[in-house]
């Protein structure tokens, strides 16, 4: 069974082609700049990359052009887009009706669409995405699966915000949190390498890319996570601010006089990492420069790993006395050892203790907490496009791989 994973960004497509049996990347890549002059396609099979320059105008010509490759003579991996069993598409918010992954209707096209309110820079383009391929693909099934889904187990303690109940009631304003889909990932990867039945595990995910979150998952589902209503909320990020007093944001507008937009555009880009450290968004060029001396830099890796170790450690309750593992993912999880350890410099305290040379050293998956630490460390390279690929084969109802630690 072939599957195309879709992610339709604003200006983006990304794309991979799974064959299913054998779990197999067949081919992958990035539509980029959608209606802009200078947009191209970059794609890769095997370890061959290309790249093409081009001008796209719009998700149709993305789409099309994608399935060119997919199925050109010399660059392809299929010999007709007939060979498509199924597309699945990340989808950022499916709100509250949203539990699951779900087979592509036109009732779950209009929830993607009421959503949009909620993710207008998203969901519109995800929505986009499935209408493109449906025309493209006339009679294949489409699966979305939403970063919402896996949070909504959460716990009304966890998602009700204390404003007035009418706000949640009427507006739906509550946390609904996001990166769901890596987080469900790597716990379901976690509890396989560790030999636990995934519904009897405990741990705590860290999400950490240009957006950061963390979830706790008992008993293998989500009970808490520090994203909110938006995915603004939690940690400092590469330009976000994560978590701050909300009456700063009425002092900016009421005293010192910059509009909601303004704010707006401070808060969510120009903040975070960027913000504090003047240098850049980019966890690489920080990291260089703190190992430089400079201060600001150091200040914003300093600022990182506190919040995120004060969430790590506020969520241990919440598991009900038993933390089987931490677990580190996202561009900066998977590759600065300096901050995995940062992090968990003072973890010691619920049982977490770093093997600082494993911490350095391991590539890929793996444990990198000393061998007697009670509760696991591990670093794990999330695989969204796969978890996507795998929700699509179960909705579309054909034998479904299984993760060793599921006993369904
Ligand atoms: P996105 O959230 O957009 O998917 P990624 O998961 O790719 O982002 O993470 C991007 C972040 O990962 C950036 O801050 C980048 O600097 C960081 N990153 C990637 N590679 C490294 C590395 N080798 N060392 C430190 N940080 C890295």
């Known amino acids: 069974m ?67 490759i997919i199925t050109d003579k010399e660059d392809g991996v299929l010999k007709n887009i007939k060979e498509i069993d199924a597309v699945g598409h990340r989808i950022v918010h499916g709100g509250e009706k949203i539990i699951q992954s779900e087979l592509v209707t036109p009732e779950i096209k209009k929830i993607i669409d009421e959503c949009a309110l909620l993710a207008p820079l998203h969901n519109p383009h995800n929505l986009e995405g499935i209408v493109e391929i449906e025309k493209v693909l006339p009679g294949v099934p489409n699966v979305a699966v939403f970063d919402t889904a896996f949070h909504s187990t959460m716990p009304p303690e966890s998602f009700i915000y204390p404003l007035p109940y009418e706000f949640y009631e009427k507006h739906k304003i509550r946390r609904y949190g996001f990166h769901g889909t890596s ?47 938006t995915p603004l909320a939690g940690l400092p990020m590469g330009t976000r601010t994560g978590n701050i007093d909300p009456s700063i944001i009425l002092y900016m507008i009421q005293e010192l006089g910059y509009t909601p937009e303004e704010v707006s555009d401070i808060i969510n880009k120009k903040s975070g990492f960027l913000g504090i450290s003047g240098i ?8 260089e420069a703190a190992t430089k001396g400079d201060e600001k830099a150091i200040l914003t890796l300093k600022i990182f790993s506190h919040s995120a170790k004060r969430s790590i450690t506020a969520m241990t309750p919440e598991l009900d006395g038993r933390l089987d593992a931490i677990i580190f993912t996202g561009g900066i999880g998977e590759n600065s050892p300096i901050t995995r350890e940062m992090i968990c410099q003072g973890l010691s305290i619920i049982g977490a203790y770093l093997d600082v040379d494993k911490n350095n050293s391991l590539r890929g998956e793996g444990i990198i907490s000393k061998d007697d630490s009670p509760v696991k460390i591990m670093l794990i390279p999330t695989n969204e496009e796969l978890m996507i690929a795998l929700e699509t084969q179960k909705l579309v109802g054909e034998s479904v791989y299984k993760f060793n630690c599921t006993d369904k």
Request: include cysteine; hydrophobic fraction near 35%.
């Open 2 to 68: 072939n599957i195309l994973v879709l992610n339709s960004g604003s200006s983006s497509i990304k794309y991979n082609l799974w064959e299913m049996n054998e779990k197999k990347l067949l081919c992958k890549g990035l539509v980029e700049k959608i209606g802009m002059d200078d947009s191209s396609v970059t794609f890769s099979v095997n370890d061959k990359k290309k790249t093409i320059q081009k001008v796209i105008t719009d998700y149709n010509e993305g789409i099309e052009l994608i399935l060119d």
């Open 183 to 229: 987080h469900k990932y790597v716990s379901l990867r976690g509890a396989e390498l560790l030999k636990i039945w995934h519904n009897k595990f405990n741990c705590i995910t860290c999400h950490f890319g240009n957006g950061a979150s963390i979830a706790a998952i008992k008993n293998g589902i989500s009970v808490d996570t520090t994203m909110g209503f």
């Open 280 to 287: 850049s968004s980019d966890m690489r060029e920080i990291r």
